[in-house]
């Protein structure tokens, strides 16, 4: 009973595992088309997001370091 599950499971579910939409399906196809569009988005926001607090960190240290210089004067 095990074995014909684990077969069953292996069969149908598997599949559907192994690939995405975009790498599953027709390439040329709208609903792929809108799935890169979708990944592309997604990577430009957060590389957005990750950039903007990079910079919000950097420009704090350099305030920071400014200001310790000038106290020390």
Do not use: H, Q
């Not at 684990?6 to 599949?15: E, G, H, R, T």
């Not at 979708?38 to 950097?58: D, E, K, P, Q």
């Amino acid at each position: 009973m095990i074995n014909r599950f684990i077969i069953i499971f292996i069969v149908f579910v598997f599949n559907a595992i192994l690939a995405c939409g975009t790498c599953y399906g027709d390439p040329n196809s709208s609903a792929v088309n809108g799935m890169n569009w979708a990944i592309i988005f997604l990577l430009v926001t957060t590389g957005g997001v990750l950039s903007g607090i990079s910079l919000s960190i950097m420009s704090i240290a350099k305030k920071a370091k400014k200001y310790n210089k000038s106290k020390e004067v």
